[in-house]
């Protein structure tokens, strides 16, 4: 990813687990976009704060009270998508079969990550803007 990402994982004997991705650099609140063209081997880091969204199928993970961070990649996230977005299977499996689409990551506060060169990373002016 360029640079140092650490992953804080935590397990309670009560039964809470809570995961988050912290990068080494801080960095304003960001929007990281991919066009992906067949590679789904390339890692994602998705902090607590960080809305993903798959334009071409409408797909979104938003962050909610208890969201918690990951580092996955393309393919595990068009995994993740396919277990919750039932009623697309087809067009996530598409997808999954190497049909080119876009990767949006929109964070707040700039801690997401994708392991691209091909990355744009766009500086939001709005922390809310999304």
């Not at 707040?108 to 999304?130: E, H, Q, V, W």
């Amino acid at each position: 990813m360029g640079e140092g990402v650490s992953l804080f994982a935590f397990n309670c004997e009560c039964g809470y687990k809570g995961t988050d991705v912290f990068p080494e650099k801080i960095h304003e609140p960001r929007s990281l976009i991919l066009k992906v063209n067949g590679d789904l081997n390339t890692l994602v880091a998705r902090s607590s704060t960080g809305t993903i969204r798959i334009p071409e199928i409408g797909a979104e993970i938003k962050p909610g009270p208890a969201s918690q961070g990951f580092i996955t990649t393309i393919e595990g996230i068009l995994l993740r998508i396919r277990k919750v977005f039932h009623t697309k299977p087809n067009k996530i499996d598409a997808l999954l079969s190497g049909e080119p689409f876009t990767l949006v990551i929109k964070d707040p506060a700039g801690t997401s990550a994708i392991d691209s060169p091909d990355a744009r990373i766009d500086i939001l002016n709005d922390k809310y803007s999304f």
